[in-house]
């Protein structure tokens, strides 16, 4: 049976014990918290697009084959400068000419530093890439995963308030014809009024 005495004596032992005993580690101070990664690129830059000379393929593509339709087309444009002795001036394009849920109307453009003297024959011609204001947005990763950045961007302009003018087009900072296509990085220009 335990009493009083007993308890308090436990008690007393344990006081003397807790005292004497060497100093508790002191847990270590946590770094102080850090503010999320910044993202590089701002989600919604306004841009000044000035044309550029092209060459490019007009063509119309379904969605479940846009991919490797586009990459043809960068394959027989790069062929096409190659045999003309020509060399491109920046990323290469789709430029987006109409969307519907089904397909797209779209150019698949070069820049060039330079018209061509000579007009391209065949299914190469040459041109110019958009002209005027636009929202730029950047992308990282699949041509298929695209589609939430497109539902991110729609969201953006429709809470700010801004008018499409019903162009928009992509400009593929990294190759699209070596960059593995989970590594892509690619600017997307909406036209704006």
């Given at each position: 049976?335990?009493?009083?005495?007993?308890?308090?004596?436990?008690?007393?032992?344990?006081?003397?014990?807790?005292?004497?005993?060497?100093?508790?580690?002191?847990?270590?101070?946590?770094p102080p918290a850090q503010e999320?990664?910044?993202?590089?690129?701002?989600?919604?830059?306004?841009?000044?697009?000035?044309?550029?000379?092209?060459?490019?393929?007009?063509?119309?593509?379904?969605?479940?084959?846009?991919?490797?339709?586009?990459?043809?087309?960068?394959?027989?444009?790069?062929?096409?400068?190659?045999?003309?002795?020509?060399?491109?001036?920046?990323?290469?394009?789709?430029?987006?000419?109409?969307?519907?849920?089904?397909?797209?109307?779209?150019?698949?453009?070069?820049?060039?530093?330079?018209?061509?003297?000579?007009?391209?024959?065949?299914?190469?011609?040459?041109?110019?890439?958009?002209?005027?204001?636009?929202?730029?947005?950047?992308?990282?990763?699949?041509?298929?995963?695209?589609?939430?950045?497109?539902?991110?961007?729609?969201?953006?302009?429709?809470?700010?308030?801004?008018?499409?003018?019903?162009?928009?087009?992509?400009?593929?900072?990294?190759?699209?014809?070596?960059?593995?296509?989970?590594?892509?990085?690619?600017?997307?220009?909406?036209?704006?009024k």
């Amino acid at each position: 049976m335990v009493t009083c005495r007993m308890l308090r004596c436990a008690t007393i032992l344990f006081a003397i014990a807790f005292l004497h005993a060497p100093a508790f580690a002191q847990a270590p101070t946590p770094p102080p918290a850090q503010e999320p990664a910044q993202n590089p690129e701002p989600f919604g830059e306004e841009v000044t697009l000035t044309g550029k000379p092209t060459v490019f393929i007009a063509g119309k593509a379904n969605w479940d084959k846009a991919w490797p339709t586009l990459i043809a087309n960068f394959k027989t444009i790069s062929a096409f400068l190659a045999k003309q002795k020509m060399a491109p001036a920046g990323a290469v394009m789709t430029i987006y000419l109409t969307v519907k849920d089904t397909g797209f109307e779209y150019q698949a453009a070069v820049p060039l530093a330079v018209a061509p003297a000579k007009l391209p024959r065949g299914v190469v011609t040459a041109g110019q890439s958009p002209v005027g204001k636009a929202i730029k947005f950047v992308h990282h990763g699949s041509y298929e995963s695209m589609e939430m950045l497109y539902e991110a961007i729609n969201n953006y302009l429709d809470g700010k308030g801004i008018e499409k003018q019903g162009l928009f087009y992509e400009e593929y900072v990294t190759d699209p014809l070596t960059t593995p296509e989970d590594k892509l990085v690619v600017n997307v220009y909406v036209m704006v009024k």
